[in-house]
């Protein structure tokens, strides 16, 4: 691509990001409203310490959903929430067969993308090869 030419992909990024992070702001916002079920839940399935670990999966869902959607830490974020929802996955869905766990696969491949990536261009730290990288890779 030559310089300075239009690129959909910041657009791409920064949709996928906004998506993921709202997913997981709404999937966390329940543990932290409704703690003492999400507790009663998560002693249910065998979580360790269900009452700290509630409170712990919803910071880190919603606070770790923001920070990406604004593309803070992204990185970091996508690790942290990639680790929830590999648990999610291999202790309460895996059972359910892929079905059960389609939600959780997409949001984990998606956090695997922004992990390796980073946010793109348009976040409030936008990945640091985005400049250059964007623009000479061929594909």
């Known amino acids: 691509m ?3 030419r239009w690129t959909w992909q910041p657009i ?3 949709a996928l990001r906004l998506v993921v992070g709202l997913t997981f702001i709404l999937h966390g916002w329940p543990k932290l409203v409704h703690s003492p079920e999400m507790v009663a ?6 979580i360790p310490m269900p009452s700290l670990m ?7 869902e919603v606070f770790g959903g923001l920070a ?13 929430l990639a680790l929830d929802m590999l648990v999610v ?10 079905l059960g766990y389609n939600l ?10 922004f992990a390796c990536s980073g946010p793109g261009r348009w976040a ?6 985005t400049s250059e990288g964007m623009r000479s890779h061929r594909g």
């Open 89 to 98: 996955i291999l202790h309460v869905k895996l059972k359910q067969g892929v």
């Open 54 to 60: 509630v409170w712990v999966v919803g910071m880190l």
């Open 104 to 113: 959780e696969l997409l949001l984990l491949a998606s956090l695997v993308f």
């Open 2 to 4: 030559g310089e300075g």
């Open 68 to 80: 990406l959607a604004v593309g803070f830490m992204t990185r970091w974020m996508a690790c942290l």
């Open 41 to 46: 839940f998560f002693a249910r399935i065998g």
């Open 12 to 14: 791409g990024a920064l």
């Open 124 to 129: 409030i730290q936008p990945s640091a090869d």
